[in-house]
Nanobody
Framework: VQFVESGGGLVQPGGSLRVSCEVS????????YGWYRQVPGKQRELVAC??????????VYADAVKGRFTIFKENVKNTVHLQMNSLKPEHTAVYYC???????????????WGQGIQVTVSS
């Protein structure tokens, strides 16, 4: 399985950005997907999760991004997106996607990580 993240960049505080992750695998919709972020010196953390289609594609967010970020999938394109609105400087990080187990509702990263995508929020 490969994850190819795209769409990052520099955005001003208060702005919006969408990052996307194209996933090379079969039965894309039957897996849960998570977006994670990492800043230097800290552990990678899960910010948003969407469960497999068999468990209702339910979404869960970290408190720090709730109400600002939205995770959603385009099953026909094998792509999971993270729409980020009302961005703050503390959202600056490298963002990664990963997936859990087939048919699961939980986002426990089970695959090798992709290269990630840098998101910088700064004026």
């Amino acid at each position: 399985v490969q994850f190819v993240e795209s769409g990052g960049g520099l955005v001003q505080p208060g702005g919006s950005l969408r990052v996307s992750c194209e996933v090379s695998r079969s039965f894309f919709a039957n897996y849960p997907y998570g977006w994670y972020r990492q800043v230097p010196g800290k552990q990678r953390e899960l910010v948003a999760c969407i469960s497999s289609i068999t468990t209702g594609s339910k979404t869960v967010y970290a408190d720090a991004v709730k109400g600002r970020f939205t995770i959603f999938k385009e099953n026909v394109k094998n792509t999971v997106h993270l729409q980020m609105n009302s961005l703050k400087p503390e959202h600056t990080a490298v963002y990664y996607c990963n997936s859990g187990n087939y048919g699961s509702s939980k986002c426990i990263a089970t695959e090798n990580w992709g290269q990630g995508i840098q998101v910088t929020v700064s004026s």
